[in-house]
């Protein structure tokens, strides 16, 4: 994967390019697939580890799927664990500046743990290790004062009454104890608490509703996710302006960077919503937050603003938050590869081998700058040029890892997509309705409709959504999978491609003569569509013809036996017989013009 185009230095001025009172968006990279994404945040967090505190996680992680091994559910979220990683990267050391603690958050954490019928002793010594040593800047004291907490911990779990008080109980009474700035930072943490809703001003009550929250799931459970996520906008702000750190705030540089891919999935969806909360609640921050989508929105980003990344950070752009969560939100889209980048990544790959002149170009208008499938043609023409395979389709078609590269490359971008074959098919329809028509005529019964829908969906959600005249809206996925359709299926190609144009001109007949046009070129068989162009051509705006021409002209070709170019430049002419009827001049032109157009429009 590459992202020629990005440099890390470009998102981080997005948030120097905004200054609301509210502080910085919440910069979201939205978009399918294949596009940079997740290497953008990985290439981010790599300029500024050792520079900032920054911390990186991707909600697709298996870790976030369910409680790890013996903890009960009702004690653990995604949106809990993704927090925890979040502030155990944050508080590693940095140069001269200390570590980062956290102790609003952690004092928060302790009566969130796992509790059970044996009121889970062991779990809940493990966990509050884990919770207490990073609420401490370490030390030779620190393991021997943790471990009299959780002694405390357990003492107050041996009593009779009601387990989240007992921890409670258990947490404040170790806090109080000892004069440590640990001990300090802790009580000052659980204070923190009796700003609590209904906790009237009660440190001890505001941490028992919050764990009753917790555990109780559902609405309840995301009502304390997000106080958890505040006390941590709280804890980082201190450590910043010298309240919760243990250095003054000139000491620390930049500001925290938080960096979530994959932000759909439960767990950085949770913790985006919650920021975007609290920011939209009036509490403001200075983390940078910057996440991956995949797709083009989400509702919990329904009112965010979008920009170009050129607009994101250009200063004075006109951007500030509105009254809701999303408003506090900024969907950035990463621009393509432009074509010398293509070139750079092509030759990058091919060191010692002349690279044909022509073939970056054809691969740029072929990917159109999607990275992911530039790399992976660079590295088949990396392999291939040396065998004299040198044209986009010949690298497409060849070897990757023991399948083509084209079917790699569709492997990477539907991973585990359901029903990939009748996807395949489908890629020759314009939209839902042809699409449906298709699917109950050359697809297995039980399909139709409902198996539309399904694909739609699925194509949405991996940032793929239809196009005008497209069923599968991105063109270069269209393309892979038109491909696919030629290669394989499980029958003769030929037939499956016929079987296809054949029925979707069918279905268009007289009453949509271009989409039939199209259809009917596809097979092969031009007469229609240079009869279509040749009668309107008269009678049409220059514009709407052209674009008819277009339109038609972008059929998929799939014969091995291409005379394309030789009728374009009218080499065929002679042994063309037009129409009776027709003048010859004209229909001999239009036969060149759309031969021509399609050879050039072919990717």
Not at 431 to 446: F, K, N, T, Y
Not at 552 to 579: C, F, L, N, Q, Y
Request: net charge neutral; with cysteine.
């Amino acid at each position: 994967m590459t992202t020629a185009t990005i440099q890390p230095h470009a998102l981080l001025d997005i948030p120097k390019a905004f200054h609301p009172p509210e502080g910085p968006p919440f910069v979201v990279l939205a978009g399918a697939r294949g596009l940079g994404r997740s290497t953008v945040l990985r290439e981010l967090r790599a300029a500024y580890r050792g520079r900032s505190p920054v911390a990186l996680i991707d909600g697709e992680e298996t870790r976030f799927d369910r409680p790890p091994p013996g903890r009960p559910p009702a004690s653990w979220s995604p949106a809990y664990e993704a927090l925890t990683v979040v502030a155990e990267q944050l508080a590693e050391p940095l140069g001269g500046a200390g570590r980062i603690t956290f102790p609003g958050w952690r004092a928060g954490c302790s009566p969130s743990r796992p509790v059970g019928g044996d009121r889970g002793l062991s779990r809940i010594c493990a966990e509050a290790e884990r919770v207490l040593l990073l609420s401490d800047t370490g030390g030779w004291l620190a393991g021997r004062w943790v471990g009299k907490a959780v002694a405390r911990l357990v003492s107050s779990l041996s009593d009779q009454g009601p387990v989240v008080e007992a921890i409670v109980e258990g947490a404040l009474e170790a806090f109080s104890e000892g004069m440590s700035s640990s001990h300090r930072r802790l009580r000052r943490g659980a204070v923190w608490y009796r700003d609590h809703p209904h906790a009237a001003g009660n440190p001890k009550l505001g941490m028992v509703l919050l764990s009753r929250h917790f555990h109780a799931g559902g609405d309840a459970r995301t009502h304390a996710e997000h106080h958890l996520v505040r006390a941590l906008l709280t804890d980082l702000d201190d450590a910043y302006a010298g309240g919760a750190g243990v250095v003054p705030r000139p000491q620390r540089t930049g500001r925290p960077v938080v960096l979530l891919d994959n932000v759909q999935e439960a767990a950085g969806r949770r913790l985006m919503e919650s920021v975007l909360r609290a920011r939209a609640d009036g509490q403001a921050d200075q983390v940078a937050f910057f996440a991956g989508l995949r797709g083009q929105g989400h509702p919990a980003l329904r009112n965010a603003a979008r920009r170009t990344l050129a607009e994101a950070t250009r200063t004075g752009n006109g951007w500030a938050p509105g009254g809701t969560p999303s408003s506090h939100a900024l969907l950035v889209s990463l621009p393509p590869l432009s074509a010398d980048d293509t070139r750079d990544v092509i030759e990058g790959a091919c060191p010692r081998q002349p690279v044909p002149a022509h073939l970056p170009s054809l691969v740029h208008r072929l990917t159109g700058g999607n990275p992911l499938g530039t790399a992976l043609i660079a590295e088949s023409a990396r392999r291939n040029l040396p065998r004299g395979l040198t044209g986009p389709a010949d690298l497409l078609l060849a070897d990757h890892a023991g399948s083509p590269t084209y079917q790699a490359l569709l492997d990477l971008l539907l991973p585990d997509v359901d029903h990939l074959d009748e996807l395949t098919v489908l890629a020759v329809a314009h939209d839902h309705d042809s699409a449906v028509a298709l699917a109950e005529s050359r697809l297995p019964s039980g399909f139709g409709a409902s198996g539309v829908r399904a694909l739609e969906g699925r194509l949405t959600a991996e940032g793929h959504p239809p196009a005008p005249d497209h069923f599968v809206g991105d063109p270069f996925l269209r393309t892979l999978l038109l491909l696919r359709l030629r290669h394989v299926n499980g029958h003769p190609a030929a037939t499956v491609w016929r079987d296809a144009h054949r029925a979707l001109a069918a279905h268009y007949g007289s009453a949509r003569p271009l989409h039939r046009a199209h259809h009917e070129l596809a097979l092969g068989e031009p007469d229609f569509a240079v009869s279509h162009l040749r009668e309107t051509l008269p009678a049409l705006d220059p514009h709407e013809w052209l674009a008819a021409l277009t339109f038609i002209a972008a059929a998929p070709h799939h014969s091995s036996d291409d005379h394309r170019a030789a009728i374009a430049v009218g080499r065929t002419d002679e042994s063309h017989r037009p129409p009776p009827g027709t003048d010859p001049g004209l229909h001999l032109r239009v036969r060149r013009a759309l031969h021509a157009t399609w050879y050039e429009a072919d990717p």
